[in-house]
């Protein structure tokens, strides 16, 4: 057999004698978020319509918020943890996060409480703004307007500038619920509020649910046991109703805009124009294959006319709103895939293309600012590297380019309100995390913040980047994590950790090098780990990522065993001792290389895995293998409860009892399919836990799964 592969580059993790330290399962586990944490900055933000920055610094009364003008680096103190104990009548040890309005006000919030904070010359004031409820949920705030909406349950509420109380629905039906997030979260929807740019209107999400059949969640720590009915629509099956209502706080009505039929539709992309005249959304088909972006009538409801369509035979996957021209009432930015990759289109509001602003073989994954004046995007994407996340200025007209940071690694940016200024944080394999004031005009860069290595006192191990080819010749990028003490002439049992699904990339520039510290521990252990991006997978491209449409589980365990070829060419690798663990969708995977390419592994560890995709949610399974209707034999290849003959070796399942991400019935079915065909499985369940197990109990969890690695390879 051919092996095709490229070792790019070695990690800078490689211990000296004195770093003997070993890490412990909490270490490994919540180390990077409690003692190994690594330094940083608190409440860097820029201050509204300013040059200038806030950092929260420690004080003899607590914490003081400074501010920092840009770029003398003068230094003002805004606020006192002690003043603000005083005046709001709560003990704050820190200063609350400030959202500045302007540069002369900002809102806190301490609490269910919101706070206005008002400076006065080198003094401020704090004034209780609003009250929430305590069970208010899903808080949206337009802070130029000083206006609130939150749901109650179901229902939606919206305080307006004078402080008065609108119940904006009033849906007794719990089947019927108003301003939360609608279709599970696909399409990058995060929320189901949207206030109009002036506050005068207020757009949201109704969700019907009633016709999706009721899914019971069991509770298990109550004696008896105890049932919760979500709303679940399962792939082929009837799926809920979503409509997008406008509110006028003026005269208390609501009208709903005309999206028509059918109703399963979805409504993505909801975009107000400046001038509040007119909502956007991009209407998709439940197919998934065809999209309209129309325009609608803000206050009549009315469908204005559709701008363009766009359509692909496997799918589109619409995940950003539009975004506006500074400035301009009749010109935004779309983001699409249309030519391969994920780039940034600008149109007008007749319809018309005007300009390609990104191009080439890479994505852009956040507009981070613009500058007017410039007539500038600043943008973040992949130009350099799959691996990478870099900070562009890129001019919407003509789309030229320059990049604005100079380090390999993974950059955000934050851009003062002027464009003039951003703060770079980024990391990398060596850098731990980096603060940098930069001039977006390239001529001025100051940094805050050069983190010391967290790790530094630790046994590390060698790191290194590799390149697999898959069958078509794609590069596929993955880590090998070797043993700490390497022997060369040893044998060393191996361990695959995997996820390879849509929408996630585990693989990037950034730090630990490692990309987890579990792997770490491992490695002291007496490991080898490898991790690999196969295709199907992240910010690589259309073809890539639909390279597993219709088939999920196929082509990417061909890339993961390509990665397995990798390893057993290693001479230190022991092929007869290797492990393969993932979760969720990597869960999924586990299980699928375990029963569809027996003896491959000898262990596997599987958490929260997908057994049959008939049984996981309508919007993700449909994008990527059409309905069970449609694509029968494509379900039956990747169903897993038809295979549990094939296991051979030792297999671990996990799964939380109230998952209602992926459904515990999964794992249920398939042990009762191990039984039926007397096949061994182990199982560990973990009552009363949804998809992801969180805390000291994830500590217990991996040490589970560690130790039964080391008993069964």
């Not at 996060?97 to 806190?108: M, Q, Y």
């Not at 006028?248 to 005249?277: C, I, Q």
């Not at 196969?534 to 890339?559: C, H, P, Y």
């Not at 560990?684 to 991996?702: A, I, K, Q, S, T």
Request: with cysteine.
């Amino acid at each position: 057999m051919k092996l095709s592969f490229l070792i790019i580059g070695l990690g800078l993790c490689l211990p000296g004698f004195a770093q003997q330290k070993q890490f412990t399962m909490e270490d490994a586990v919540l180390g990077m978020g409690t003692n190994l944490a690594r330094e940083d900055l608190r409440q860097v933000n820029w201050v509204t319509g300013e040059n200038a920055f806030t950092q929260a610094v420690p004080a003899p009364y607590g914490e003081a918020l400074v501010k920092r003008t840009v770029p003398a680096m003068s230094v003002d103190t805004l606020a006192r943890s002690s003043e603000l104990s005083r005046q709001t009548g709560r003990q704050l040890k820190n200063i609350p996060s400030f959202d500045w309005v302007s540069s002369r006000e900002a809102l806190f919030q301490v609490g269910n409480q919101l706070f206005l904070y008002t400076l006065n010359g080198n003094s401020g004031t704090s004034k209780e703004w609003l009250k929430l409820p305590e069970a208010a949920d899903n808080v949206s705030i337009l802070k130029s307007a000083h206006e609130v909406a939150y749901t109650l349950g179901n229902n939606l509420f919206m305080v307006d500038r004078q402080g008065k109380t609108h119940t904006v629905t009033n849906d007794k039906d719990p089947g019927i619920v108003n301003g939360h997030s609608v279709h599970r979260n696909e399409f990058g929807i995060s929320g189901g509020i949207f206030f109009s740019p002036k506050g005068n209107y207020l757009a949201f999400y109704r969700m019907d649910e009633r016709m999706v059949e009721n899914y019971p969640i069991i509770n298990w720590d109550n004696t008896p046991a105890t049932v919760h009915y979500t709303k679940y629509p399962f792939a082929g099956r009837t799926s809920h109703e979503v409509s997008l209502g406008v509110y006028n706080p003026a005269n208390g009505k609501t009208v709903f805009m005309e999206t028509g039929l059918p109703k399963d539709h979805y409504l993505t992309a909801v975009t107000w124009s400046p001038d509040e005249r007119s909502i956007y959304i991009a209407i998709l088909n439940r197919e998934q294959n065809h999209l309209w972006l129309n325009q609608y009538n803000a206050q009549t409801g009315a469908f204005v006319k559709t701008l363009f369509e766009e359509k692909d035979d496997k799918y589109v996957h619409p995940q950003h709103a539009l975004t506006f021209i500074p400035g301009r009432n009749d010109q935004f930015i779309w983001w699409s895939q249309r030519d391969g990759f994920m780039h940034l289109y600008r149109y007008n509001t007749s319809g018309k293309l005007l300009n390609q602003v990104t191009k080439g073989p890479w994505v852009v994954t956040e507009i981070a600012g613009q500058s007017e004046k410039r007539k500038t995007f600043y943008i973040v994407g992949t130009k350099e590297s799959p691996l990478d996340r870099n900070i562009y200025a890129v001019n919407w007209e003509n789309g030229k380019m320059t990049r604005l940071d100079s380090a390999p690694g993974t950059h955000s940016a934050g851009l003062s309100s002027s464009g003039d200024y951003m703060i770079d944080r980024w990391s990398s394999g060596s850098a731990p995390r980096v603060i940098d004031i930069v001039s977006t005009t390239g001529k001025w860069k100051k940094n805050l913040l050069t983190a010391k290595d967290p790790l530094a006192a630790y046994q590390r191990p060698k790191i290194e980047n590799v390149t697999v080819k898959a069958e078509d010749g794609t590069p596929l990028y993955g880590k090998l994590i070797y043993p700490v003490n390497f022997n060369p002439a040893k044998k060393y049992p191996t361990i695959v950790y995997l996820y390879n699904g849509p929408n996630v990339q585990i693989i990037t520039n950034g730090f630990p090098s490692s990309g987890n510290l579990w792997y770490e521990y491992m490695a002291q252990h007496g490991y080898v780990i490898f991790t690999m991006d196969g295709r199907g997978s992240n910010n690589r491209g259309l073809k890539f990522e639909q390279a597993t449409f219709r088939q999920l589980g196929t082509v990417e365990m061909q890339d993961q065993l390509k990665g397995v070829d990798y390893l057993k060419s290693l001479p230190f690798v022991d092929a007869n001792r290797l492990g393969v663990h993932g979760w969720s969708f990597g869960g999924f995977m586990t299980t699928s290389l375990m029963l569809r390419h027996p003896g491959v592994f000898k262990c596997g560890v599987a958490g929260g895995p997908v057994m049959d995709w008939k049984m996981y949610e309508v919007m993700y399974t449909e994008r990527y293998m059409d309905t069970p209707q449609e694509n029968p034999e494509g379900y039956e290849a990747a169903n897993l409860l038809t295979k549990v003959k094939n296991l051979q070796g030792k297999l671990l399942l996990i799964h939380g009892t109230i998952d209602s991400t992926v459904v515990w019935q999964h794992s249920v079915k398939f042990l009762k399919e191990c039984v039926d065909n007397k096949v061994q499985v182990d199982y560990f369940v973990y009552p009363g836990y949804e998809h992801n197990v969180r805390g000291r109990d994830r500590v217990h969890l991996m040490q589970k799964i560690t130790d039964y690695f080391d008993q069964n390879l």
